[in-house]
């Protein structure tokens, strides 16, 4: 699922980072960007954008008054240097609100959380099988094509997760919870809250220990009888 975009900010400066964040992160789509909400509108017209990134203080008309005025059926993140304003955008119902100087930490915060809430809004399709072979990921500063079979684990770091596959390593913009919902629940399970496991890689279990081959990895205390059902389920033979 990508999250369609378009950034309404008159600093030709800060446009540019906010296009740079977008791009790190794999669930978001720029689609345009404006110096100020009226040459927006078109950008709008077609209502196929789910987010818009706002400033408040631009010419012409200010990102307050443009949501105040407005019938804006989107999601809202406001990125402003202004903290003074927070309160009065939040009572405007605005998803979030990013002060300047904006972290990519903060900012792929605010933009999990407008993901977030466009999939709550949508049917769940998440845990219906996949049928296909593969995914395609943006690392390394280019788009990179996964087989499922390939992909051994993936483990999170800070805000950013390592894929591991049999012959090399992959640094992606996302988050594990992200990464999760969109595998095939079938081959992949959570097994801690920083690692995501193959099914099919698992070559034995020790207590609490996944071994995969080269690497063993700890299945946490409150996910392990889930974890062990679905890993064995109708395989064990019994006696």
Known sequence: MKLKCIIIEDEP??????????????????TGSAENPLKAIPLLSNNTIDLIFLDINMPKINGIDFIKNSKLNVSIIMTTAYA???????????????????????FLKACTKARDMKLLKEPATNQSVKTDDHFFIKANNQIEKVF??????????????????????????ITIKSLEEQLPGNIFIKVHKSFIVNMN??????????DMGNIKIAISQNLREKVLTEIVKDKMIKR
């Open 148 to 173: 499922y079979d390939d992909l051994i684990y993936a483990e999170a770091m800070l805000n950013y997760v390592m894929l591991y596959t049999h012959s090399k390593k992959m640094m992606v913009y």
């Open 13 to 30: 400066i800060a446009r540019k980072i906010l296009q740079e964040f977008i791009e790190e992160i794999d669930f978001m789509e720029l």
């Open 84 to 106: 003074e304003h927070a309160v009065e955008a939040y009572g405007l119902d605005v998803l979030d609100y990013l002060v300047k100087p904006i972290s990519f930490e903060r």
């Open 201 to 210: 890689k698992i070559e034995s279990i020790e207590g609490n220990i996944l």
